[in-house]
């Protein structure tokens, strides 16, 4: 009998400890990330000290910005990152590369699917007119080109939108996965969570509540949200055919329904009431 209870209590000891041990290494992993710091990489800085690495040719079949075969010149964009960032102090599967453009556009995706892909850091053009650097971009009436850099991949789907394709790219950032959401999601309001995500998937590569987002396109937040001085019917049509409202506007027709484009005016309206403070 003795024996028994002397058995019984080894083996919650045993539990209690696997459960101590399992509860302190998740506290680990969420201090890890919760703490990490924000890593900003200026690659026109990297450029003018010669530290992107070594040059090489690359050729991408179906190049999603020029809709035909490209060449360009680029380098390594896994092993840049390497060469200016300790990955393994970085929590990586919680970790996510932000692409920051010389108009604001700010595109984002995990640090993880970024560097198990061929990726590369383009920065000249091998069939470009000469004299120039790049073959220009006609996008919307518009005409522009992909100076100084342009992500690009090798083997990669021009119709995955996992993969952002970011030019005019002047900064790489790596940040926690978490850092918009924190900030940005309706914790209080589970009517409006539809709206967030279509907002985190449609709109915070251009725009930004509370400075939090690209910069391409207007602060929708703050100090006034665009709610508070677009008519509601208006701003939801808007969304849906930009086009429709401005000659060459610059955003796109995002291909979402009215109903969608109602799920994220309402969730800019519920911002409207969580603004920064001053």
Known sequence: ?????????????????????????????????????????????????????????????????????????????????????????????????????????????????????????????????????WEKIIKNENEMDATPFYIVYESVSEKDSRYKWPYNLIKIHLEPSNTSRNELFPIDNKKVEIGYNLFQNQCITCH??????????????????????WKEKELVAYIVNPASFRHKVKMPNLGITQQQSQEIVDYLKYMAQHKKSE
């Open 1 to 133: 009998m003795k024996i028994v209870k002397i058995h019984i209590v080894f083996i919650l000891l045993l539990t209690f400890s696997f459960i101590s041990c399992h509860q302190n290494t998740e506290q680990k992993i969420e201090t890890r990330n919760s703490t990490q710091k924000k890593i900003t990489l200026d690659l026109l800085n990297l450029q003018a000290k010669n530290k992107l690495g070594k040059d090489t040719i690359v050729t991408i079949i179906n190049d999603p910005v020029y809709h035909k075969i490209k060449k360009y010149k680029a380098v390594n964009a896994e092993k840049l990152l390497k060469s200016q960032v300790e990955l393994s102090t970085i929590d990586i599967k919680n970790t996510k590369i932000v692409f920051e453009c010389i108009d604001g556009y700010k595109p984002e995706m995990p640090l993880e699917l970024f560097l198990n892909t061929k990726s590369f850091l383009a920065f000249q053009d091998v069939e470009a007119p000469k004299g120039l650097k």
């Open 208 to 229: 930004a509540i509370n400075e939090i987002g690209g910069t391409m396109g207007p602060e929708l937040n703050y100090p006034k949200s665009v709610t508070e001085y």
